[in-house]
């Protein structure tokens, strides 16, 4: 059974700070993995996928890398702003496209 | 394109009481999936549907059924609501084109069971 782990669980930094969130999962066998944000109160917004045979994605100041070898995601965000501040949640895609979540880590980047 | 659509927003059921959650997609998706979110246990799968006509189970299905009514609905059902089952419950879609399998998210439905 997959299972998906963020690290931290919370974060908060002053505004202008790169920053990097963790994520691992236990079963390499992935389709891909997807990063979300999640304002408080609100649905799921899709920020980057990572296909399996890729090692990267970018999106204007996100970037997210992929090591299925070591079941390692990273989201690194770069000159933080305050409104960044949300949950980051990633999660893998296996079988049926079915997603297992992590947990999330609920940012707080501060003017 | 609306995406992907849920209905109602908000619910509060007494104990024992039946809904059902409607949940469209207008993005010609093959898949849909229901999930659950609970504080400390972050989004679980309740059913999915892989294609039109066929549904499974997913993590925590217990409690739940499910009906794919054509390629845009899917909606769930609970039965006999129990207080367990308060929860946000999130709707998505995605296609299975060239292994992408981007999942899309509905808006949420703020469940209260009393």
């Known amino acids: 059974k997959q299972e998906v782990t963020q690290i931290p669980a919370a974060l908060s930094v002053p505004e202008g700070e790169n920053l990097v969130l963790n994520c691992s999962f236990t079963?390499?066998?992935?389709?891909?993995l997807q990063w979300f944000r999640q304002d408080p109160g609100k649905g799921l917004t899709s920020l980057l996928l990572?296909?399996?045979?890729?090692r990267e994605q970018t999106s204007g100041r996100l970037n997210a890398s992929l090591d299925k070898s070591s079941g390692r995601s990273t989201l690194y965000i770069a000159a933080s702003q305050p409104g960044d501040s949300a949950t980051y949640l990633c999660?893998?895609?296996?079988?049926?496209?079915?997603?297992?979540f992590g947990k999330g880590t609920m940012l707080l980047v501060s003017p | 394109n609306a995406g992907v659509t849920q209905t109602p927003k908000f619910q509060v059921l007494k104990t024992g009481q039946s809904m059902t959650l409607q949940c469209a997609q207008d993005m010609n998706h093959n898949s849909m999936y229901w999930y659950r979110q609970d504080p400390g246990m972050g989004l679980r799968l309740i059913y999915y549907?892989?294609?039109?006509?066929?549904?499974d189970k997913g993590e925590v299905p217990n409690g739940y059924n499910v009906s794919r009514l054509n390629k845009r609905e899917f909606s769930l059902r609970l039965e006999s609501a129990a207080p367990s089952q308060t929860s946000v419950y999130f709707c998505?879609?995605?296609?299975?084109?060239?292994?992408?399998?981007?999942?899309?998210f509905g808006p949420g439905t703020r469940l209260t069971v009393t």
């Open positions: 999660a893998a895609a296996s079988g049926y496209s079915t997603l297992t």
């Open positions: 549907s892989a294609s039109e006509g066929t549904t």
């Open positions: 990572i296909q399996s045979s890729q």
């Open positions: 998505a879609s995605s296609v299975r084109d060239r292994g992408t399998h981007e999942q899309y």
């Open positions: 079963d390499s066998a992935i389709y891909n």
